[in-house]
């Protein structure tokens, strides 16, 4: 039914889906899946309309449909079940879903009768019957994801196409959501479900096509991709390797940062449910979790950036009603996924206001060390930051942050979109800092592989919880297939 | 029995007694009271449309007046050229035609870009107008203004009636609309244009009709405007704070609410009379009245009439 062929997608500089080809069937669900930054919502964006592809062919129905607006694409019988919408607050969920239930015609001006009956079904069908006449903001998150289900069905879509179906739903949840997109199936739809990792859509999908920056790694059934070796490097990466440790921080001893029970929503959805983790000085500390299982979620709690319930205490008194500004005095200082650099600001400039509550001579000092940390900064200090490549940038982020001369750093992502090769000079230069500092530092990663050399002690996170936790030469054994 | 369902809303509720209380209006109030709510019963007209542009499309439009001033001259020098010759009521047609006209040129271009380029499309557009109304002086009446040879009526109490019926009528069709299927699509794409281009609906297309019916109306009603005062001039029709004063009305009566808009128009309006023995300091108490709504009731009067059990 759908056949993408050579699909390339570009934004500027940046090439987020390569050659991609991939077909689905009628009555077939295939997954698409990926690490976060794989190009794979790229892909079903190009499908839908909502991008229009640089090049290749996206044909439904024999029909080649790239590059047509969405509406056009969507009346043929393409549908999209979102992950977020934001949805008419001020009307009833009847009221939503007969949104998606009229024409597209200025001559709308009545409600009709038989509109009103089909929103009724649809709202039966996908379980909001009770619901109908209570408006959106007072939903449960589920609900509010069955409504975005109802949108769709009231297309009536040849294809479907669902936007990450399971994130922030309960275990429950996600069976009876399994229920209805396998409904689709069972009607003879196509279904094409994004996804992050292949365990979750394991059940579900008849077959999988895994991404990777940008191209396909692997296709098959569910089992066939979770076993292939390319898929199984991209995720757990190769051999994990321990990098030598000289001198191993001290194992007891009162933790520096101490997180008890945070709990953050994001409205409806729990993004963290109940974590507890300390790092003790000195202890350098990673996070590992797919993405969306609450890693930066948890460190914005840390740094007072979202309200969250439970307590956070920093060597030793509670950080509550310290604003986010005293607590990065006071220590912490996060270097966030999205790198946050000043674009037109040159590599100097946005270091020094890194350094801006230090002394001249101190300022002169940290710079020093931090381009013999980062040598490549000292050949790009008059460059403006927006012109650095990926990895240069996330260096530049690391030394902006280290000039705030943290004593727990908090590495978010780092790794997030970048080519191997540059991992590795970010993993030689994390492996100096550590050498060379008694600096604590706690990293969030997707990558395990690059979490894995550096860490004194794991944790892994899913779904908002804790999953696991312990030394990282137990990890493999323990933890890595629940991981995948 | 139970009352009809569009009785139960409150915004209508509120918009009846309002226009009960407006019709009993001329068994008391002077002559000054009824010319005064004249004025803010056509500035209402402005609101309301300009409510169905922001408060539904999700366009911010910082040109109403650019919609008013083209209906409005239109009219004005129509009816200086031409009158007696042609009917003063076809002049005031002619003047929403030319802001529909104008607002679908201004439109099309302006809506292809994206969110606050939009907002400063329609700030040049109303710049621009008030310049050619002082370029060409001879044909406009420049910065002294445009005197029109018809008006309405002598007779304060029919121009009420008229201004009145006006607004009753705007206001039930532009309510009418914003709670008709394609209101519902026109809030969809305002608030999610990405997603409701995947429901199938042509964002711009619905858009584009939501300008146009906000430009029918407020070139109507400041054709109509024009009529009523005799005269036509830059500071009354065109200049910014004129928009400013109805974007205010708007927001303050209470956003998507298009009853609401009226509301806040006839409140700040009547404001402005209550305060003026306090001079400058008038205008000040106003703004600041309407700066601290936006900032504490974002939903505006009507929006604390209704309560505020919706959010949260």
């Known amino acids: 039914m759908l056949e993408v062929e050579q699909l390339t997608k570009r934004f500027g500089g940046l090439v987020a889906v390569k050659n991609l080809g991939f077909s689905v069937r009628g009555g077939e669900i295939l997954g698409l899946i990926g690490p976060n930054g794989s190009g794979k919502s790229t892909a079903m964006r190009c499908v839908m309309g909502v991008d229009a592809p640089t090049a290749g062919a996206v044909r439904f129905e024999g029909r080649d449909i790239a590059g047509l607006p969405s509406h056009k694409v969507s009346r043929l019988g393409v549908g999209l079940v979102f992950q ?37 079904a649809i709202a039966e069908r996908v379980g909001l019957g009770a619901v109908l006449d209570r408006k959106p903001p007072t939903l449960a998150f589920a609900d509010l ?3 975005e289900l109802a949108k769709a069905i009231a297309q009536h879509p040849k294809l479907v196409l669902v936007d990450e179906p399971f994130a922030g739903l309960t275990a429950t949840e996600v069976a009876a959501f399994s229920e209805l997109i ?56 190769g051999a994990l390797v321990r990098a030598a440790r000289d001198a191993a921080p001290a194992a007891h001893g009162a933790p520096l940062l101490e997180v008890r029970d945070v709990e ?61 500004a005293a607590i990065a005095r006071g220590g912490i200082v996060q270097c966030p996924e999205t790198r946050e650099l000043f674009g037109d600001m040159t590599v100097r400039e946005n270091l020094e206001l890194g350094g801006h509550r230090l002394e001249p001579t101190a300022l002169a000092e940290r710079l020093d060390w931090l381009f013999d940390l980062f040598p490549i900064l000292r050949e790009r200090t008059g460059q403006v930051a927006r012109t650095l490549s990926g990895g240069e940038q996330q260096m530049l982020a690391i030394a902006r942050a280290l000039m705030m001369e943290p004593r727990l750093l908090i590495l978010d992502e780092p790794t997030l979109g970048l080519a191997p ?19 604590t530092v706690l990293l969030g990663e997707q990558n395990v592989t690059f979490a894995l050399p550096h860490a004194d002690r794991l944790y892994v996170i899913d779904h908002g919880r804790l999953a696991w936790e312990g030394e990282p030469d137990r990890f493999e054994t323990e933890a890595a297939d629940a991981y995948l | 029995m139970a009352p009809p369902s569009w009785l139960r809303s409150r915004p209508v509720v509120a918009g009846l007694v ?17 010319g005064l709510l004249t004025v803010a019963f056509y500035t209402a007209v402005f609101a309301m449309a300009w409510d169905l542009l922001f408060g539904f499309a999700g366009e911010v439009n910082f040109g109403p007046t650019f919609l008013i001033g083209l209906g409005a001259y239109t009219a004005g020098i129509l009816d200086a050229r031409l009158a007696p010759n042609v009917s003063l009521w076809l002049c005031v047609l002619a003047g929403a035609a030319a802001a529909v006209i104008g607002g679908v040129v201004l439109a099309l ?3 292809r870009v994206r969110g606050p380029y939009f907002g400063l499309t329609t700030l040049v557009a109303v710049l621009m107008l008030q310049n050619m109304v002082v370029v060409f002086a001879d044909l406009t009446g420049g910065e002294i203004g445009l005197s029109v040879p018809d008006v309405m009526s002598v007779s304060a109490t029919a121009n009420y009636w008229i201004a009145f019926g006006f607004m009753a009528v705007s206001g039930a069709i532009l309510y009418g609309l914003s709670r008709s299927p394609i209101g519902l699509v026109l809030q969809a794409s305002g608030q999610d244009p990405v997603q409701a281009g995947a429901l199938g609906f042509n964002v711009t297309k619905h858009k584009l009709f939501a300008f146009v019916v906000s430009a029918f109306f407020s070139g109507l009603a400041g054709a109509l405007m024009v009529f009523y005062m005799g005269t036509a001039s830059v500071g009354t029709f065109v200049d910014i704070s004129v928009g ?4 205010v009305a708007a927001v303050l009566g209470g956003r998507r609410t298009v009853i609401g808009a009226a509301i806040g128009a006839v409140f700040l309006i009547a404001m402005g009379e209550a305060l003026r023995p306090l001079g400058e300091l008038a205008t000040l108490i106003v703004s600041l009245l309407a700066l601290l709504v936006v900032l504490f009731f974002p939903d505006g009067i009507l929006g604390m009439l209704q309560g505020r059990s919706r959010r949260d």
């Open chain 1, 84 to 120: 977020h919408s934001r949805p008419l607050n001020r009307q009833t969920v009847l009221e939503n879903i007969k949104v998606a239930l009229i024409p597209d015609r200025l001559g709308m001006l009545l409600h009709s009768a038989e509109i009103d009956d089909r929103a009724r």
């Open chain 2, 109 to 111: 271009p302006a809506l």
């Open chain 1, 421 to 439: 090769v540059i991992l590795e000079t970010l993993s030689n230069a994390l492996h100096r800092l550590r050498g060379s500092t008694r600096l």
């Open chain 1, 145 to 147: 994801r069955r409504m």
């Open chain 1, 264 to 324: 953050v929503r994001y409205g409806k959805a729990l993004a963290v449910q109940g974590v507890s983790l300390h790092v003790r000085e000195g202890e350098f500390v990673a996070l590992v979790g797919l993405n969306g299982a609450g890693k930066t979620t948890l460190f914005n709690a840390i740094s007072g950036l979202v309200r969250h319930s439970g307590e956070v205490r920093w060597a030793g008194a509670p950080l509550a009603g310290l604003t986010p």
């Open chain 2, 18 to 34: 309002i226009l009960a209380l407006g019709a009993c209006v001329p068994l008391v109030g002077s002559g000054y009271v009824l």
């Open chain 2, 244 to 247: 400013v004063q109805i974007i």
């Open chain 1, 182 to 237: 396998a409904e689709f199936r069972a009607e003879g739809r196509a279904v094409l479900l994004v996804d992050h990792n292949v365990k979750s859509v394991a059940a579900l999908v008849d077959r999988a096509v895994a991404m990777y920056l940008g191209e396909k790694i692997a296709e098959g059934t569910a089992a066939e991709v979770m076993r292939d070796e390319t898929v199984r490097r991209v995720y757990l990466g």
